[in-house]
């Protein structure tokens, strides 16, 4: 079946500008996170949407970043006034019901470059 | 402190040698889970296991094999007969179910050199 898809693979902004990355998780599934990974580092977390319960917006790292998941379904990350900090892969993953404890499932990510 | 900890920052082997990937994590929780997640060069995170803190069996797929001691929390990963197509980064990571967090380590990239 059809795993999490993300677009774009690739974006290029310029500093200051603002971008929307897009995810789709993959069917049925509840939960949807996003984090973003730069250069040789981990994954740092960012938000979570767990079903009908509010976001955890804990980890978005300023007011710049929002997101949104319309209908349970697709996210859409935003990214106000980028700077090039911001610079970094940007992934989303989902799992079947909204429990850290489940499986999450990794999309191809969205590379971003701010520059 | 780290929540998971993967101290071997790069990895190198020759192909077919045998690697191991250590994983050290740090909780105060009684059930948790742990994983270890694939990201070759593509860049899509693969899942690969997951373990709950109420089961220290080890476990064998293929090459793979994975070793949880509670008693030094870690849960390590080996690969044996390495192949080029193991090269990627390999990541660890920790849920706890008290705290409803997921944790991730910083990851270790393998290389394997034909």
Redesign the interface.
């Known amino acids: 079946g059809a795993g999490v898809s993300q677009s774009p693979s690739n974006k290029v902004t310029e500093k200051g500008k603002d971008v929307e990355l897009r995810c789709d998780p993959i069917s049925g599934h509840t939960a949807l996170y996003w984090y973003r990974q730069s250069l040789g580092q981990g994954l740092e977390f960012l938000i979570y949407f767990q079903g009908n319960s509010a976001p955890d917006k804990s980890g978005l790292p300023s007011d710049r970043f929002s997101a949104e998941r319309t209908g349970g379904s697709v996210s859409t990350l935003t990214i106000q006034r980028t700077q090039q900090e911001d610079s970094a892969v940007y992934l989303c993953a989902s799992s079947l019901v909204a429990d850290r404890r489940e499986t999450q499932y990794f999309g191809p990510g969205t590379r971003l470059l701010v520059l | 402190a780290q929540k998971v900890t993967q101290a071997q920052t790069e990895i190198s082997v020759v192909e077919k040698e045998d690697v191991t990937l250590d994983c050290v994590y740090e909780t105060r929780d009684t059930t948790y889970?742990l994983?270890w997640?694939k990201q070759p060069p593509?860049?899509?995170?693969?899942?690969l296991i997951?373990r709950?803190s109420f089961d220290e069996q080890n476990e064998i797929s293929g090459r793979y094999s994975w070793n949880f001691q509670k008693s030094t929390s870690s849960f390590n990963f080996t690969i044996t007969a390495s192949q080029v197509v193991d090269s990627a980064v390999y990541?660890c990571a920790l849920?706890?179910?008290g705290g409803?967090?997921?944790y991730?380590?910083?990851?270790t990239s393998l290389t394997v050199i034909p």
Not at chain 2, 42 to 47: A, I, P, R
Not at chain 2, 104 to 107: C, E, I, K, S
């Open positions: 889970y994983f997640y593509s860049g899509e995170l693969v899942f997951r709950n990541f849920s706890e179910v409803n967090q997921f991730f380590g910083t990851g």
